[in-house]
């Protein structure tokens, strides 16, 4: 029997999961960390908690597992999309990685739209946005050019982690395309964006496919986390495409609704469609010949994490608060909320956006903030589903992931506002289950992610059904919704 470990780098914790080629889960590690905000608008997390977070994650999975180190055949990669890890030439990190949340680049942002120009619908296929790769490194070119002359590799964040286990630098054509420095119509680095930028040109990794062997676990590697050297690493995906690939999303027409710490809604093309105010993202999916349209909302399980921790202050599980909130009426009698705590990339590009409780009346208690916190997080996601519909992008199912698909009220506010049944997977950890995939594609267990998918993603029994009234009250909510955002986004930078 072949174990493959999927490592997903996420932005609050690491996971580290081994299964077996038919995707049965042996053992999970999980270590948890956390954003570092030194400034209002500033997100950066540190590379070295990261790995030796990641060393943990790991031996606690073959520990649990109950397996020795070497009997891992394969490593596969998922990893927090759009952040910055600046290298030296020895390969230290030059500081702290600026990750997808920051917001301090709005500046440059601007200048990389204007110097951009036709490029950005000729070859990037995407607008940039504050927090990613090429927006940071603009920045710290800007304010930081002592460090900025000594950059000789930028990474995303789940390189970084491959890196130190190989000591081999590389990346996807997922992440790269999320960097917003890369063609996606070419699948290579925009040396011209890159040029016009002035930013260095010999900076960039190479891009793999990401079941391609990157290189094997180094000996150092080996004795710091337990794992046997030389065995296979291959190059991973951004967490966008693996968790896809964990809930079998590798054919067009299939939408996945991932609501994690950020949020998205994401289906799968055939061809590289574009909206022409370019709202909505397109990356290179893992899967060779198809693209990954996506809503990339800054605002998730986030939003509910604020309200319970640093709101209510209250110390019961989640699960809990999901039962109370399923008590409360659709539509939650008049209250709104908008989730912009983090400002929002998509479908506004307004990093000035900010969270509002709206409609608060004396009936108004914990579960109604609890459920409109849950339902302003899905109707910004259905304001980014009416850009997929406008653009006539067939979907014909829908999945739900991350820590909302295990709640049956964030499951029931999907199915009704989405109005399509939800399906989930047996395995809740799906990025990670995603990375042991290519992991096993990459051993060559499976000659492609297709097959693999059919092999090792299993499935919950039934779906949610949405309510006929409840998809009713949506759409009639979704307009207010709208209304309420476009009334006050001319008041948050005055904030």
């Known amino acids: 029997?072949?174990?493959?470990?999927?490592?997903?780098?996420?932005?609050?914790?690491?996971?580290?999961?081994?299964?077996?080629?038919?995707?049965?889960?042996?053992?999970l590690g999980q270590k948890e960390y956390g954003t570092e905000i030194p400034e209002i608008g500033y997100a950066q997390q540190d590379p070295e908690l990261w790995w030796s977070r990641t060393k943990e994650a790991v031996m606690d999975a073959v520990k649990n597992a109950g397996i020795k180190g070497d009997a891992v055949a394969g490593i596969g990669f998922s990893g927090q999309m759009h952040g910055l890890v600046a290298l030296d030439r020895e390969g230290r990190?030059?500081?702290?990685?600026?990750?997808?949340?920051?917001?301090?680049?709005?500046?440059?942002?601007?200048?990389?739209?204007?110097?951009?120009?036709?490029l950005l619908r000729e070859e990037l296929f995407n607008q940039p946005g504050t927090g990613m790769l090429v927006c940071s490194l603009l920045w710290i070119k800007r304010n930081c050019p002592e460090i900025y002359e000594k950059i000789?590799?930028?990474?995303?964040?789940?390189?970084?982690?491959?890196y130190r286990l190989t000591g081999e630098i590389c990346t996807d054509h997922n992440d790269a395309s999320a960097a917003l420095a890369f063609s996606v119509k070419n699948r290579e680095w925009c040396m011209e964006l890159i040029r016009r930028l002035g930013l260095k040109t010999d900076i960039w990794p190479r891009v793999c496919t990401a079941w391609e062997q990157a290189g094997t676990v180094s000996g150092a590697a080996a004795e710091e986390t337990g794992l046997s050297a030389g065995i296979p690493v291959m190059t991973g995906t951004g967490d966008c495409a693996a968790q896809l690939i964990g809930n079998g999303v590798a054919e067009e027409g299939i939408m996945s609704c991932n609501i994690g710490t950020a949020s998205q809604l994401a289906v799968v093309t055939g061809k590289p469609v574009q909206e022409e105010k370019m709202r909505c993202q397109l990356w290179c999916h893992a899967v060779p010949g198809l693209w990954i349209c996506?809503?990339?909302?800054?605002?998730?399980?986030?939003?509910?994490?604020w309200l319970k921790n640093k709101v209510l202050r209250?110390?019961?599980?989640?699960?809990?608060?999901?039962?109370?909130?399923?008590?409360?009426?659709?539509?939650?009698?008049?209250?709104?909320?908008?989730?912009?705590?983090?400002?929002?990339?998509t479908p506004y590009?307004?990093?000035?956006?900010?969270?509002?409780?709206?409609?608060?009346?004396?009936?108004?208690?914990?579960?109604?903030?609890?459920?409109?916190?849950?339902?302003g997080v899905l109707f910004n996601l259905m304001?980014?589903?009416?850009?997929?519909?406008?653009?006539?992008?067939?979907?014909?199912?829908?999945?739900?992931?991350?820590?909302?698909?295990?709640?049956?009220?964030?499951?029931?506010?999907?199915?009704?506002?989405?109005?399509?049944?939800?399906?989930?997977?047996?395995?809740?950890?799906?990025?990670?289950?995603?990375?042991?995939?290519?992991?096993?594609?990459?051993?060559?267990?499976?000659?492609?992610?297709?097959?693999?998918?059919?092999?090792?993603?299993?499935?919950?029994?039934?779906?949610?059904?949405?309510?006929?009234?409840?998809?009713?009250?949506?759409?009639?909510?979704?307009?207010?919704?709208?209304?309420?955002?476009?009334?006050?986004?001319?008041?948050?930078?005055?904030?």
Not at 294 to 305: P, W
Not at 466 to 483: A, D, G, L, T
Request: with cysteine.
């Open 1 to 27: 029997m072949g174990y493959f470990m999927g490592i997903d780098l996420g932005t609050s914790s690491v996971k580290a999961l081994i299964s077996d080629e038919k995707g049965t889960v042996y053992g």
């Open 93 to 118: 990190p030059l500081g702290k990685a600026i990750i997808h949340l920051d917001q301090r680049s709005a500046a440059e942002r601007r200048e990389i739209i204007e110097k951009a120009g036709e």
């Open 152 to 162: 000789a590799w930028v990474l995303p964040p789940k390189d970084y982690i491959r």
């Open 294 to 305: 996506q809503g990339g909302a800054l605002n998730g399980g986030s939003v509910l994490s």
């Open 314 to 345: 209250d110390r019961r599980p989640f699960a809990e608060l999901d039962r109370e909130a399923s008590a409360v009426p659709a539509g939650c009698e008049g209250l709104l909320f908008l989730p912009y705590l983090a400002g929002e990339r």
């Open 349 to 375: 590009q307004d990093p000035s956006a900010r969270g509002v409780f709206f409609g608060l009346g004396m009936k108004h208690e914990q579960a109604y903030l609890v459920r409109a916190a849950m339902e």
């Open 383 to 495: 304001e980014c589903r009416g850009i997929f519909d406008r653009m006539d992008i067939p979907v014909r199912s829908l999945v739900a992931s991350g820590g909302a698909a295990r709640g049956e009220c964030w499951r029931q506010i999907q199915a009704d506002m989405l109005d399509m049944p939800v399906r989930t997977t047996v395995v809740q950890e799906e990025a990670c289950l995603g990375a042991a995939i290519l992991a096993a594609v990459g051993a060559g267990v499976y000659p492609d992610i297709e097959t693999a998918c059919r092999e090792m993603v299993r499935w919950n029994p039934g779906a949610t059904e949405p309510m006929v009234e409840n998809v009713r009250i949506y759409k009639e909510k979704q307009e207010i919704f709208r209304e309420l955002y476009q009334s006050v986004k001319q008041i948050f930078p005055k904030l």
